[in-house]
């Protein structure tokens, strides 16, 4: 388990502390916008009074339009992919990283530093996944350990703070495409809050990739299959 001190490169922010964000902002990219439908019924308000027939009409139409572009902006500057897959869900393809995964519908992204991807729930600050990369030598996972011994590690290093109290519930081991995956429960417990999460790790590209999503411990029992469908679907790609 000596070699598993390069976790220690991974921040340890898998609960990241989100920056607060404008109510109803929009992110394009990196750049944020007003929300859409004040800037939709604004640019509206100019072409049209409130009497015409089909102000609804050309709102929508704004709408697309505002969208159409954000949509474009994110395609051209990213080499992740975003769309629509599974009901109720958004899948994202990182071809540079090698990487796929699965998030709700809803959530946004969020730019932190030392995580490769987050998104997180507006609202519900604690519903998020993060995926981070490492370089590697390892060639699989196993050279770290076994699934208990590598999730605890993680947990008590790298995937939760120091001052919190950890409970490593669940570990276990599969393959998917000869690639070997570790996946297991926890929960983190803070004065004023429990996190409950799932982790998966594997190795890859030479790198070692690690997903992590979670909820409130009050909402688990709602979020657990949506938070276990984010998990299944995190796959590694050859790049």
């Known amino acids: 388990m000596g070699s598993l001190q390069n976790s220690q ?20 990219g990196r750049r944020w916008a007003p929300p859409l439908n004040v800037r939709a019924e604004q640019m509206s308000s ?3 009074t409130s009497h015409s027939p089909d102000v609804t009409g050309r709102r929508q139409m704004l709408r697309v339009w505002i969208i159409v572009p954000c949509i474009s902006l994110i395609g051209r500057n990213s080499l992740s992919f975003a769309a629509e897959n599974k ?5 994202v393809l990182d071809k540079k990283d090698g990487y ?17 991807k987050v998104f997180k729930d507006v609202i519900e600050p604690l519903e998020s996944v993060s995926v981070n990369v ?7 996972i196993k050279d770290f350990g076994p699934p208990e011994q590598v999730a605890e590690t993680l947990i008590k290093k790298v995937l939760a703070p120091p001052s919190q109290k950890k409970k490593l519930i ?34 890859g590209n030479g790198k070692l990739y690690t997903l992590t999503t979670g909820s409130n411990e009050r909402r688990w029992e709602k979020m657990k299959d949506k938070l276990r469908t984010v ?9």
Request: net charge negative; charged share 15%.
């Open 87 to 91: 009901k109720g869900y958004i899948s």
């Open 9 to 28: 490169l991974i921040q340890r922010s898998s609960f990241p502390q989100l920056a607060p964000q404008k109510q109803g902002a929009v992110n394009c």
């Open 100 to 116: 796929s995964f699965l998030y709700p519908f809803g959530w946004q992204e969020v730019v932190i530093e030392g995580q490769d």
């Open 170 to 203: 669940s570990a276990a081991e599969h393959s998917v495409d000869g690639k070997t995956y570790y996946t297991f429960e926890f929960v983190a417990q803070a004065p004023n809050y429990t996190r409950h999460a799932l982790s998966t790790i594997s190795i």
């Open 134 to 140: 490492i370089p590697t030598s390892k060639q699989d």
């Open 46 to 48: 100019s072409f049209s």
């Open 231 to 239: 998990i299944d679907s995190f796959e590694i790609s050859d790049v």
